[in-house]
């Protein structure tokens, strides 16, 4: 083992530079609370990723759910918890997040040291059957269905059922909710919502995220068949 004090004295000053410059070298952010994957508890098909740090951060996420994946930097303030939504979740799907974090001084944290696993829920039992054209997701034009069904299984002596539901580009289920009466000539609005007019012409509006704030709408990165 060599002592610094045994060293010349050009090279026992070149090593406390380097040691001192190792000491005061930038630090990567730490978690306090490592990440998890939870269900929004009002707004189907919306989880909440969570984590703390030490200090202030945004986060830098690889999602995948085993075809596509997709990398997302949430914008928004740097902050030390964090709670950042998705949705547009398929259900009964397994998703897989990586997580990452930036500090104020842009350094990167090395990703969290395993992926979050997440399992988003079964549709509910009640669930109305549904049909859309037989065509292949890739002949069909970017964004998703807006559909308002009304169930047909409805027991006779109870109450028919009308369903507002929303669906990807290859017909999978990414939001949906009960409604008292059916609604016409949907469409959706940048803040989330989705207005419809009943029969009488009367505007409703149901809103996507519950007071959530922004939600990450997932784009596609890479597909793997």
Known sequence: MIHLATLPRQVYFFCCFLLLLEACGPSTPQ????????????????????????????????????????????PGLYKQKMEIPFFQLRPATEYRFTVQMIDTRKNIAPPYDREVVYRSPDL?????????????AAQREPGF????????????????????????????????????????ELRHCRGGAVIGSNETGRQLEREWRAGVGRAHVRTPVTYAP
Not at 34 to 51: C, N, T
Not at 58 to 65: F, V
Not at 124 to 136: A, H, I, S
């Open 145 to 184: 269905n807006l559909l308002s069904i009304t169930d047909e299984r409805s027991l006779p002596e109870g109450p028919i059922r009308h369903w507002l539901i929303v669906l990807d580009r290859e017909g999978r289920v990414m939001w949906y909710t009960p409604t008292e009466e059916a609604l016409y």
């Open 124 to 136: 509910p039992v009640d669930f109305p059957q549904y049909e859309l054209p037989l065509l292949l």
């Open 31 to 74: 978690f306090v609370e490592p990440p998890v994957v939870v269900s929004h508890p009002k707004v189907p098909q919306l989880a909440l990723l969570r984590f703390t740090a030490d200090e202030p951060v945004r986060a830098l996420i690889k999602m995948t759910d085993g075809h596509y994946t997709w990398d997302i930097h949430p």
